[in-house]
C-alpha cells in the first residue's frame, strides 16, 4: 500500500499562493514594474482610467488601436515599450482585450484575470499594475448592481496561477520555472476604497486557497491517495488549523454503525474504507451547516467493470469529498463564526473475491434494505450512510457534493452541476451562490414518479434506475436517506468536477476544484 510521503505531504499542507496580489493608489506616475494592464473593449475602445496615465501614452495607445492594431476582443493582447518621456517608471504596455462592453459580467472580469496570469507567464512578466480595477462603474447587463471587478480579477489570477507539480522532476521545474516567473500583480485603487477592498482580496484569497487544497487532492494518483491516506490529510489540517477537529471511523466502527453501504463498496479493496468527520464550531449557538462529499479515491466499477478507456480519471471521482475539504480550510482561515460539519466516506471500488456482486442485498444504516444490481452506482451506496450519519448532528441544512452520475454529465456538460433536493428557499439559495461565485448549478426535477423507477421486487430499492433520468433517479436514491423535514441539496457535479481539455484561463487541465467558491459564496450570503 502506497501512502503520501511526508515530503509531499509537506507540500499540500503549505497551499501558498505562489502569486502575490496587492493594491496600489490611484497615482499611476508612481507604479513601477515591468508592465501596465491596459483594458480595450471589442471594437477598439480603451478603458476611460487610460486618462489616468498622462496624454503621451493615451495617445500612444490610441493611435495603436486607430491603426488597427487590435479589436478587443476577449483575451486578445498587444505588448508595447513604454515610449521615453511617458513619464511612466513601467517596461512595457500590455493592452488586453475586454469583449463587448455590454456583454461584461463576473465571470468576464474572472477570464480576463486569468489571462493576465497565463500572458505575464508567457511573456516572462515578474509583476505587473492593473488599469482595469481603476474603472470601478462595469454593471452587469440588465442588472443595477455593480460587477465586482477587483475581486473578480483576483480571483481569476488566482485560479489560474495553480500548478499540481508534486510528480515532476526537478528538471521539469527548473525548466517551467524558468517560463512562469509571474510573481505579483499590482491592482489600481482609490484611496478612500483601500480598506475594504483589502479585506475582500484577502477573503478571495483564502477561497482560493480553498480550491487549491481541492484541487490538489483529486489531482493525487489513486496509488497515493487510498481512504487512509485521505483520512490522514484530514488529521494533518486539524493539526494545521486548530479550529477543526477530525474523527475517522475504521472499518469496525463502520460496522458498529451499521454503514454497510460504505463497507460493501470497499470491500473489494485492500485499501480499507473510512468515514471521516472534520468539525468547524465557531458560530456558538447558531444552527450546524453539515456537508457530505463523495469520496471514491478511486472507482473502476467493481464487479461491474468500466470499461479501460478513461478510467485513469476515476482518480477523480472523490472530488465531492475534495471540495469539503477546501471548505472547511477556508472557513477556518477565514474565522467564520459558523457551525460547520464536514463529511467524508471514502472508499476505493475495485474487483476482488471479496468484493460485492450484481444481485446482492444489503442492509443501510437507517434500516432499508437495497438491492445491488450495478456495483458501478457506487457513491450512492456511500453518501446513503453517510447523509443518515449527518442528520445525528441535527443540522439546519446537509447539502451533498458527489460525481454521481454520467447521466448529470450529458445533461449539462461541464459548464454547470445538476441541483437537486426537498426546500425550495435553499435550492434558490444555491442558485444564486452558483450565479454570483461562477460554480453555476442548474435544477433538476424530482417528480414523485421517479421514484418509481427505484423500486426493487427483492427488496425496498435498487441502486440504479434504468438508463432514462439516471441523474434524477440518484437523486431519488439518496433522498431515500433523508428525512422529509430535513432542508437536504444534492449537486452532481460529474460534468464540473474535473476538465483534461480545459480552453478556459482560470481553470487548469485537471481537477477545477468545483463546489469551494459556491459553498462559500453560500455562507457568506446566507450563514453569516
Known amino acids: 500500500m502506497y501512502r503520501i510521503s511526508d515530503r509531499k505531504r509537506e507540500k499540500m499542507d503549505k497551499n501558498s499562493q505562489t502569486l502575490k496580489i496587492g493594491l496600489a493608489t490611484t497615482a499611476v506616475q508612481s507604479w513601477k514594474g515591468e508592465a501596465l494592464v491596459i483594458g480595450v473593449y471589442e471594437g477598439g475602445e480603451a478603458q476611460p482610467a487610460l486618462a ?16 488597427g492594431w487590435m479589436r478587443g476582443g476577449l483575451g486578445e493582447s498587444l505588448l508595447l515599450p513604454t515610449q521615453p518621456g511617458s513619464g511612466l517608471a513601467i517596461d512595457r504596455l500590455l493592452l488586453l482585450g475586454m469583449g ?58 488566482w485560479l489560474a496561477d495553480y500548478r499540481f507539480e508534486q510528480y515532476k522532476s526537478k528538471e521539469s521545474k527548473k525548466e517551467e520555472a524558468n517560463n ?95 468515514l471521516i468527520i472534520m468539525e468547524y464550531r465557531k458560530g456558538g449557538d447558531r444552527p450546524v451547516l453539515a456537508v457530505v462529499g463523495k469520496g471514491i ?38 474565522e467564520w463564526p459558523i457551525n460547520l460539519v464536514g463529511i467524508v466516506p471514502a472508499a476505493e471500488n475495485l474487483p476482488s473475491g471479496t468484493a460485492q456482486r450484481p444481485g446482492d442485498v444489503i442492509r443501510m444504516a437507517n434500516g432499508l434494505f437495497v438491492e445491488v444490481l450495478n456495483t458501478d452506482a457506487e457513491g450512492r451506496l456511500i453518501l446513503a450512510d453517510a447523509l443518515h450519519h449527518a442528520a445525528s448532528y441535527k443540522p439546519a441544512a446537509i447539502i451533498d457534493l458527489a460525481t454521481l452520475t454520467g447521466a448529470c454529465a450529458v445533461a449539462l ?27 453555476r448549478v442548474w435544477r ?79 455562507i457568506q450570503s446566507h450563514w453569516l
Request: charged letters at 25%; hydrophobic letters at 40%; one cysteine or more.
Open 52 to 67: 489616468h496615465c498622462g496624454k503621451k501614452v493615451e495617445q500612444e495607445v490610441r493611435k495603436r488601436l486607430d491603426e
Open 100 to 157: 463587448k462592453k455590454e456583454a461584461l459580467n463576473t465571470e468576464s472580469f474572472r477570464t480576463l484575470g486569468g489571462h493576465i496570469t497565463q500572458l505575464c507567464h508567457k511573456a516572462r512578466i515578474a509583476s505587473c499594475h492593473l488599469l482595469l480595477t481603476l474603472d470601478p462603474h462595469h454593471k452587469a447587463k440588465n442588472r443595477r448592481q455593480q460587477i465586482p471587478v477587483l475581486e473578480a480579477l483576483a480571483e481569476g489570477a
Open 180 to 274: 512562469t516567473p509571474f510573481k505579483q500583480m499590482l491592482c489600481g485603487t482609490a484611496g478612500e476604497r483601500q480598506a475594504q477592498e483589502k479585506k475582500r482580496l484577502a477573503e478571495v484569497e483564502a477561497i482560493t486557497r480553498g480550491v487549491a487544497l481541492a484541487r490538489d487532492l483529486a489531482n493525487q494518483p489513486g496509488n497515493i491517495l487510498n481512504p487512509e491516506a485521505l483520512a490522514l490529510q484530514a488529521r494533518q489540517l486539524s493539526e494545521r488549523l486548530s479550529a477543526i477537529k477530525t474523527t475517522v471511523y475504521s472499518e469496525k466502527m463502520l460496522a458498529r454503525k451499521g454503514m454497510q453501504g460504505i463497507l460493501a463498496v470497499g470491500g473489494g479493496s485492500q485499501s480499507l474504507p473510512r
Open 297 to 334: 479515491t478511486f472507482d473502476s466499477g467493481g464487479i461491474s467493470l468500466k470499461p479501460g478507456e478513461g478510467m485513469g480519471d476515476m482518480k477523480f471521482d472523490m472530488c465531492g469529498a475534495a471540495a469539503v475539504f477546501g471548505l472547511l480550510q477556508t472557513a477556518a482561515e477565514l
Open 413 to 439: 456538460g461541464s459548464h454547470a452541476s445538476g441541483l437537486m433536493g426537498n426546500d425550495n428557499s435553499l435550492l434558490r439559495q444555491l442558485e444564486k451562490a452558483g450565479d454570483a461565485s461562477g460554480d
Open 444 to 522: 433538476l426535477p424530482m417528480f414523485s414518479e421517479y421514484q418509481e423507477q427505484i423500486k426493487s421486487t427483492v427488496a425496498d430499492i435498487k441502486n440504479i434506475g434504468g438508463r432514462v433520468g439516471g441523474a434524477i433517479t440518484a437523486g431519488c436514491f439518496l433522498s431515500r436517506f433523508v428525512d422529509e423535514k430535513q432542508a437536504w441539496a444534492h449537486i452532481d457535479i460529474a460534468g464540473t468536477a474535473y476538465d483534461l481539455n480545459s480552453s478556459r484561463p482560470h481553470f487548469p487541465k485537471g481537477a477545477a476544484g468545483v463546489g469551494v467558491r459556491l459553498l462559500s459564496r453560500f
